[in-house]
């Protein structure tokens, strides 16, 4: 980071590379902790070195590089945690067993499903159940729903999300 502030570009790009690896085992070892995949390392080493490199002037010489960098890092990983989660509230994972239930061609009993369907839905709570016959049922969107049943758009996609987690257990359980 010295060479830089002098203009020696390829020490610093070696600097970057030498830091990027072993940055990479260290967010590695922070989302493992967190319970995160670590697919998601190569999108956070590269969020820590673009601000490292677009604040590399609030560096002071005189001071320890070390910490300064632990600093970046350390708040770039919270960053991360935090998207991740968000992420992962909204995401419904299934397996391929489950991908494939729901594309099976095989005859169908429409009347028995609804009712079945229909007998789950209204076991779920009642702001449960009407975010997902307005979403799921009905079709409206995150906004037209939450106008519709006087509500926010986030508090309808939570229960919603909150009601599909709920109903497949449940199908599971009976089915």
């Not at 390392?41 to 002071?60: C, G, K, P, Y």
């Not at 099976?104 to 076991?123: G, P, Q, Y």
């Amino acid at each position: 980071m010295r060479a830089e502030r002098l203009g020696d570009s390829a020490a610093y790009e070696a600097f970057l590379r030498d830091f990027a690896v072993s940055l990479r085992r260290i967010v590695a070892l922070q989302l493992r902790q967190m319970r995160f995949s670590v697919s998601e390392t190569e999108d956070v080493v590269q969020e820590v070195l673009i601000a490292v490199h677009s604040r590399r002037d609030q560096w002071n010489p005189d001071r320890p590089l070390r910490p300064w960098l632990n600093a970046i890092t350390r708040y770039k990983i919270i960053d991360a945690g935090r998207r991740l989660r968000r992420h992962a509230r909204g995401r419904i994972d299934f397996t391929e067993e489950e991908w494939a239930a729901v594309f099976a061609t095989d005859e169908v009993d429409f009347d028995h499903n609804v009712a079945d369907m229909e007998k789950l839905i209204s076991e779920l709570p009642r702001s449960e159940q009407a975010a997902v016959r307005a979403l799921g049922l009905e079709g409206a969107s995150a906004r037209e729903a939450a106008e519709q049943l006087g509500s926010s758009e986030g508090a309808i996609r939570v229960a919603f999300h909150r009601s599909l987690k709920k109903l497949m257990a449940a199908a599971k359980e009976r089915f």
